[in-house]
């Protein structure tokens, strides 16, 4: 094919998970974790892409697309938890959610 | 063959310019304070991804994951964003400070785990795709694959939408209990 | 006969097991007579294998009936069997017979006490427990009826348990025969080395001399422990903290004679180890003194008949030790008549007092209770073996017997003799003191009459029958003329010794004349004051402070063991065990404390850790691929 190989696709998609992962580790306001989690699917999602376009085999697309509509769903229930809080008078801060400090 | 040679030539500029927007974007959603200018940036992400998708003939995931992805899930993003309200972000990283060294140890491991681990196992075969035929990719052939071999992950995918929309309904909708039942956090 | 002795044997565990299950349901006079029925039930069974031994002859009067295995192990096996031979059934009619007749007299003595049916409860234990130690068809057997009795002296003996006296009492007795229980024990782990079983049948079997003395001292340590004689006797008089019938029936005329027939049923291994014999009948005749001497200057009542009881039974361990057996046990026999006429009737009198037991206050009750005072007459007569009564008829003989041993012997004819001189006085001297003369201050005051109801009856009734007994009882033996119970005895225990007529006769006429000498001289201090008693202050504080024994026992034991449970405490149990439960304790809460700060809370701590992990994890995975 044209372009670059696959390999750099691939590195492509381990600096985006790299960079997800950074940002839900050390990001505070759950908005900004959820979308650094968007990230690191999207990167995965660009290595199967990769992968299903070296081996000419298209269920790595097949497999994308259902990661897509996974991400979607786990982004509405996010979300739906956010507004809640926010309804609650929360502050949305995950360092302050530690009811679970033991 | 300057065809072919531009045609490369083409194809390294455009996933060039694609990968750097990818990876700037991916930096800013991280970095930014303002939510609102990290989701826009995400948006950016998910652009230059499509790109990166239609490079290696996936024309109906890039066309999905604008659709869907940049489209929807993002909308849905900024809505919530805009309805939460301007909001200062907190500081970066509070927490105890062992936690940040280790969330960068841990991320950078990875990194370089993934790229270490591809590169010993399958470097020297990822120089040569496959071959591919005119249609890969393309919507015919996902629609074929969704309704025959993947036919069980079609249908356990369309069961999770559908879960999430009732959980979603369920967590957004206003608590029939008084304010006052409700122990404070 | 089989039957009968297993009827014999269950019917007081029923009557125990019945009054318990039945507890509040039944009345407590119900519980009484329970009781009561089944005694006289045992009885009439004991009378059924008396008359079905009598149908045999010799060699046949061995017969041993075994329910199931109880125990096995190895090579070891003891069943659960029961013997019938002529000493077991003549203790079987002994026991049941004069247990049937003291929980009658409970049923007065008793009567409206708060917790009667747990009494009676246990005086059936303690009847059942009796009879399976001389039932028992083997050592174990015997070992748990002598355990079991153990136990129910003590549960009667703090019967008032409200009384911190009665429950201290209590404890010294369990305590004093958990003494002898171990040295029997150690005497049965012995004879299991040597023979491997523990039947009566290897008791004659050849042992070497350690073996068989060390048995012999085990045994005899149990007797001690379980008679009250020296050194373990101090229990005795304390244990007149239980109700009177209880004193009479376990601390009269049966339990502590388990130890005389433990002698006699062991026989062959005290035949084998002479000196613990001699040291057997030593101890017995020492007994004997003491407790004739300590007796002169005692003021509670049962407290004088407890140390004639020890005094009593001194004579039978003389009689046991010397092989004189049947003789013992025929004195066992009549003494079991007399000593519990003795209490009984004394229970009456402590009745008709208000629970007064101090004879200092007493006097001049003949008149006020005329048919008691006869009662206890009779009792007192057969007591220091005055003819015709039943006392004389035994002693004697016993006394007699001494005279075939040797010098030795001798010295404990001596011995005996000079306790009939002190069985005189002080019994008559208890007579004289509580009955004649003028009524006290205190009896005018406090004295009233028992009743003719069933409490009276009762204990009027079960007190006459002893009293027949103990007049008619002694004539079933009159040693050189007619012994049927040394021949009755004789398939089991021969006698050792059989003195000269004309031993006998000078033993009868000595100890005659020095038991009335005895009665006169207490006649001339107590029954007509006519001399003075003396007074030598040094001597009467050392018998009345029993010679010093339990000042002894708690120097040269319990001051050491509470001196080194103190010491053990401050220093290995407070610092190493305590202390290493308390840091173990306190570390492991500390271990938890440092693993809890892991939980913290924060959501970004947890996804840390699981990034962490799938970056170990993918290390691991590309090392080992």
């Known amino acids: 094919m044209n372009g670059p190989s696959i390999a750099w696709y691939l590195a492509v998609a381990a600096f985006l998970f790299g960079t997800g992962s950074l940002g839900v580790l050390l990001r505070r306001n759950p908005l900004i974790v959820l979308l650094s989690l968007e990230i690191m699917l999207n990167g995965a999602n660009l290595a199967l892409i990769a992968f299903a376009r070296h081996l000419g085999d298209a269920s790595g697309q097949i497999f994308a697309l259902a990661v897509m509509a996974v991400a979607a769903s786990e982004v509405v229930v996010g979300l739906g938890l956010i507004v809640a809080l926010n309804r609650k008078r929360v502050p949305l801060d995950v360092d302050r959610l530690s009811s679970l400090r033991g | ?185 | 006969m089989i039957t009968g002795a297993w009827i014999c044997l269950l019917s007081p565990l029923a009557a125990a097991g019945l009054i318990t299950l039945a507890g509040e349901r039944i009345s407590r006079r119900t519980a009484g007579y329970v009781a009561t029925i089944s005694c006289f039930v045992a009885f009439g069974g004991a009378l059924a294998s008396f008359i079905g031994l009598l149908g045999r002859g010799g060699e046949e009067r061995d017969v041993v009936s075994t329910a199931w295995t109880w125990l096995s192990g190895g090579s070891y096996r003891s069943g659960f069997e029961i013997l019938v031979d002529p000493l077991s059934v003549m203790m079987m009619l002994i026991v049941s017979g004069v247990g049937g007749l003291i929980v009658a007299y409970s049923l007065g003595y008793m009567d409206g006490d708060d917790e009667e049916r747990r009494y009676f409860a246990y005086m059936s234990l303690f009847v059942f427990s009796m009879l399976l130690l001389v039932q028992g068809g083997n050592l174990l057997l015997l070992l748990a009826g002598w355990g079991m009795v153990g136990l129910s002296s003590y549960l009667l003996i703090g019967h008032w348990h409200e009384r911190p006296s009665a429950i201290a009492a209590a404890k010294k007795a369990f305590v004093m025969n958990a003494i002898g229980d171990a040295t029997m024990a150690l005497a049965f782990f012995l004879l299991i080395k040597e023979a491997g079983s523990l039947e009566f049948g290897i008791l004659g079997g050849e042992y070497g001399s350690t073996t068989a003395n060390l048995v012999a001292l085990g045994l005899l340590g149990g007797a001690v422990a379980k008679s009250a004689q020296l050194p373990l006797q101090t229990w005795l008089p304390d244990a007149m903290e239980g109700p009177t019938p209880v004193s009479a029936l376990i601390h009269a005329a049966t339990m502590v004679t388990a130890g005389v027939y433990l002698i006699v049923r062991t026989h062959p291994i005290f035949e084998q180890a002479p000196a613990i014999a001699d040291l057997a009948a030593g101890l017995g005749a020492g007994t004997l003194l003491l407790a004739g001497l300590i007796a002169l200057v005692q003021v509670d009542i049962k407290r004088v008949i407890a140390y004639s009881t020890m005094s009593q039974i001194g004579y039978m361990f003389l009689g046991a030790g010397l092989g004189a057996y049947a003789n013992g046990m025929f004195h066992l026999m009549t003494h079991a008549f007399f000593k519990a006429l003795l209490f009984m009737a004394a229970g009456i009198v402590i009745h008709a007092l208000a629970a007064e037991q101090d004879i200092r206050k007493m006097g001049g009750l003949r008149q006020l209770m005329p048919r008691t005072y006869q009662a206890f007459l009779v009792g007192s007569l057969a007591l220091v073996g005055i003819f015709p009564f039943a006392g004389f008829f035994s002693k004697d003989s016993i006394l007699a017997a001494a005279m075939d041993h040797g010098a030795y012997g001798y010295v404990l004819w001596v011995a005996g003799l000079a306790g009939t001189f002190l069985t005189g006085l002080y019994t008559f001297r208890l007579l004289f003191v509580v009955f004649w003369g003028e009524p006290s201050a205190f009896v005018r005051e406090h004295f009233h009459a028992i009743k003719r109801d069933v409490v009276g009856v009762s204990m009027g009734a079960t007190v006459g029958v002893l009293t027949v007994l103990s007049i008619i009882g002694g004539w079933i033996q009159f040693a050189p003329w007619w012994h049927p119970i040394e021949t009755w005895l004789e398939t089991v225990a021969e006698p050792l010794v059989s003195p000269e007529g004309w031993q006998e006769g000078v033993s009868i006429a000595l100890s005659l004349v020095l038991g009335l000498g005895g009665i006169y001289i207490a006649w001339l201090a107590y029954g007509t004051r006519r001399v003075a008693v003396p007074r030598q202050l040094a001597l009467q504080r050392m018998l009345e402070r029993k010679f010093y024994f339990d000042e002894l026992y708690d120097a040269l034991f319990y001051r050491p063991t509470v001196w080194a449970a103190k010491k053990l405490y401050r220093w290995v149990e407070e610092p190493i065990i305590s202390g290493t439960m308390r840091e173990l304790g306190e570390e492991t809460r500390d271990v938890g404390g440092l693993v809890a700060r892991l939980q913290t809370g924060l959501l970004r701590t947890y996804a840390l850790a699981i990034a962490s992990s799938v970056a170990v994890l993918a290390i691991v995975f590309i090392a080992v691929k």
Not at chain 2, 59 to 85: N, R
Not at chain 2, 127 to 156: K, M
Request: charged share 10%; proline share 4%.
């Open chain 2, 1 to 185: 063959m300057i065809v072919a040679t531009v045609g490369n030539v083409l194809v390294w500029t455009i996933w060039m310019v694609a990968a750097f927007a990818c990876l700037g974007s991916a930096v800013a959603v991280v970095t930014f304070w303002n939510p609102f200018y990290s989701a826009l940036a995400l948006i950016g992400n998910l652009g230059s991804l499509a790109v990166l998708y239609l490079l290696l003939s996936s024309e109906f995931v890039a066309a999905a994951q604008v659709l869907v992805y940049a489209g929807a899930v993002m909308v849905m993003f900024l809505f919530v964003i805009a309805y939460i309200g301007p909001r200062s972000d907190s500081p970066w990283a509070g927490g105890p400070g062992w936690q940040a060294v280790g969330a960068v140890l841990a991320a950078a491991a990875l990194l370089v785990e993934i790229i270490v681990a591809i590169g010993l196992k399958a470097g020297d075969r990822l120089a040569d795709s496959a071959d591919i035929r005119e249609g890969f990719g393309g919507p015919a052939q996902i629609g074929r694959l969704f309704l025959t071999d993947h036919l069980l992950a079609f249908e356990v995918t369309s069961i999770v939408l559908l879960v999430a929309a009732i959980g979603g309904v369920i967590l957004g909708a206003h608590s029939r209990r008084a304010a006052d039942e409700v122990p404070p956090l």
